[in-house]
């Protein structure tokens, strides 16, 4: 049993193949048959935004899905060529080679090999849960960012007039504007016509292939209108092989100018990944283990690298559509790589009746798609902070490299995220008469009489090092601007305590003890008192002024309040008050 245990750590896809049956087999491939016509035109287009020959788009969908299905722990999810992957890639290596020559495809795929290796690092080190920490709002606006550069980078395409190949957003737009009198309506006919076929095709039936219909269209008119004669420009033959081994090389040079290019890769790569991965898995009930996937992704980097593929990551079209196929299995994904690659042998040759502006149309369509409407309304409608991170993480990928666009997205986040948890929610309350049990009630939500001797308060937020210094100036104004020496915590919300916030708590107990009164807690989570007991904390503290029920603190602390004020005091908010006065 260990060892089967040891065999399907190490080689995951022996956890699933179990389940494989006749029934699955050929569900499966019915799904990878479907997989396939549809990335077909995808992989052509993806290609073409990473700046590489059309081709490698297929490679890399043949390559990658096989090693990510085998060692990923999806069985619905399809790696391979993205949107927003190739246009990173081509933004991180189109300054350093021409695109779409040697030299800027072996820089891809020592960029594609680096991204794997980080991928891999980070799943071997359990660190799988690190793409929790990147907000989805952080990928939202650099996914809209990214498609309105995508559309800008395909209107020369359809238009038919000429940008300069590294202009920038603005530069582009300019020399778009510039043009436009010389746009070729021919050539504008394709492309709108191509993308205005898709979009039919799309809402007459969802399980048609519209892009491999609309890109067909899109050639039998380009033809009709009289091709490359009239200025129409075609994709050019592709060759009929499979991938070729093609290792990158892997100078100490290349390495260092590309190592922050592909992280950045790697990072984006992961949080599509597994952002997807996740939706999937609410739809098939699967559980999703983070740290395999990155092991999983990782590795057919590595290996796609080898084997003239451009790095890749989780595919929403292609894994949504074969979930709706019916694949029950990773093989699925597996039956979709060959079967693409028969389809590339057979058809690799018509690729040269492929016309630049139909291809034009089918990216344009697909980069609007990626503009979530939806999720842009609910962010804006959350929080300013929210929408700072959307705005200015769409806006850095419009201006800045999409590497940095990714890291300032994730850094600000963080920044909102750890400001939130460094100034916990620290609340006054006071027990209501009114209730049977005198539940404690915040008295800024509803005026209640107080006790003349304890202060209760609540803090709603863990005590780190980070949020020690607000709780501690809240605690501050409290000892100083109202009369009560004594103060009950109630640390119900209080989810962990470093050893920072364990001793601002022996702090605070000597405070209070010097100020004639004292500090209690109540509530705290044993996670929370494993820290203090680990050092003399707890005994600092003292074991008699922590407590687990609200009941028995108030029993114990009403006993250690001045008689005196107790006899005469007329509030009563306390239930043992009562009985101190009889």
């Known amino acids: 049993m260990a060892k089967q245990e040891t065999l399907k750590k190490f080689f995951p896809f022996l956890e699933w193949w179990r389940l494989v049956n006749r029934q699955t087999l050929r569900a499966d491939l019915l799904a990878g048959l479907t997989g396939a016509i549809i990335v077909l035109p995808q992989g052509i287009a993806f290609a073409m935004i990473a700046g590489l020959p059309p081709v490698y788009g297929l490679y890399s969908a043949i390559a990658i899905p ?66 929790n920490f990147v907000s989805h709002t952080v990928v939202v606006g650099f996914t809209a960012g990214a498609a309105i550069l995508i559309f800008t980078s395909q209107m020369k395409h359809v238009l038919g007039i000429q940008v300069p190949q590294q202009a920038e957003f603005l530069d582009s737009w300019i020399a778009i504007f510039q043009n436009i009198g010389k746009t070729n309506l021919r050539v504008l006919a394709v492309g709108i016509g191509t993308l205005l076929i898709a979009v039919g095709v799309r809402r007459l039936s969802r399980r048609l292939p519209h892009l491999l219909i609309a890109m067909i269209l899109g050639a039998g008119l380009a ?17 009929s092989q499979l991938p070729p081994f093609s290792p990158p090389p892997l100078t100490i040079g290349a390495i260092k100018r590309l190592s922050t290019n592909a992280f950045a890769v790697a990072l984006l790569g992961l949080i599509q990944t597994m952002t997807l991965g996740r939706v999937i898995a609410t739809k098939s009930h699967q559980r999703i283990d983070s740290n395999q996937e990155f092991i999983g992704q990782g590795l057919s980097n590595i290996f796609g690298s080898f084997f003239s593929s451009y790095a890749g990551s989780g ?41 630049m502006p139909a291809m034009g149309g089918i990216i344009i369509l697909v980069s609007i798609n990626l503009i979530d409407v939806g999720q842009i309304r609910g962010i804006l409608r959350v929080s300013p902070r929210e929408i700072a991170v959307l705005a200015v993480t769409f806006f850095a990928t419009l201006f800045l490299e999409l590497e940095f666009a990714i890291y300032i997205g994730v850094f600000l986040s963080l920044i909102f995220y750890l400001q939130r948890t460094s100034q916990p929610h620290v609340a006054i309350l006071a027990p209501d008469p009114n209730d049977p049990n005198r539940h404690f009630t915040n008295i800024s939500r509803k005026t209640l009489t107080e006790c003349p001797q304890l202060k ?27 009369p009560q020496r004594h103060i009950l915590i109630v640390a119900n919300g209080i989810n962990f305590i470093d050893i920072t916030g364990a001793e601002f708590l022996v702090q605070e107990a000597h405070r209070w003890r010097s100020l004639g009164g004292g500090l209690y807690i109540v509530g705290l989570k044993l996670v929370a008192q494993d820290v203090l007991s680990a050092g003399s904390y707890r005994d600092e503290i003292g074991a008699e002024n922590i407590f687990n029920t609200k009941r028995v603190a108030i029993e114990a602390i009403y006993q250690r309040l001045g008689p005196s004020v107790c006899a005469t005091c007329p509030a009563k908010v306390f239930q043992e008050c009562a009985t101190r006065g009889e």
């Open 456 to 482: 209760i308060v609540r803090i709603d937020g863990s005590l780190y090092y980070g949020a020690v210094d607000h709780v501690a100036n809240f605690l501050q104004e409290v000892s100083e601007n109202y």
């Open 223 to 239: 033809l009709l209108l009289g091709g490359e004669d009239v200025g129409i420009r075609f994709v050019g033959r592709m060759p």
């Open 66 to 131: 096989i090693v990510a299905a085998l060692f990923g722990s999806s069985y619905h999810l399809i790696s391979g060529p993205t949107t927003a992957i190739s246009l990173v890639l081509f933004s991180s290596v189109g300054g350093l080679a021409e695109p779409g020559s040697p030299e800027f495809i072996r820089l891809v795929l020592v960029v594609t090999f680096l991204a794997g290796v980080f991928q891999f690092a980070l799943g071997v080190a359990r660190l799988g849960i690190l793409a």
């Open 315 to 355: 595919s929403l079209t292609r894994s949504g559509v074969n979930f709706d196929a019916g694949a029950k299995t990773p093989m699925a994904a597996i039956f979709s790589s060959i079967l693409l690659a028969i389809i590339l042998l057979l058809v690799a040759p018509l690729a040269a009746y492929l016309p």
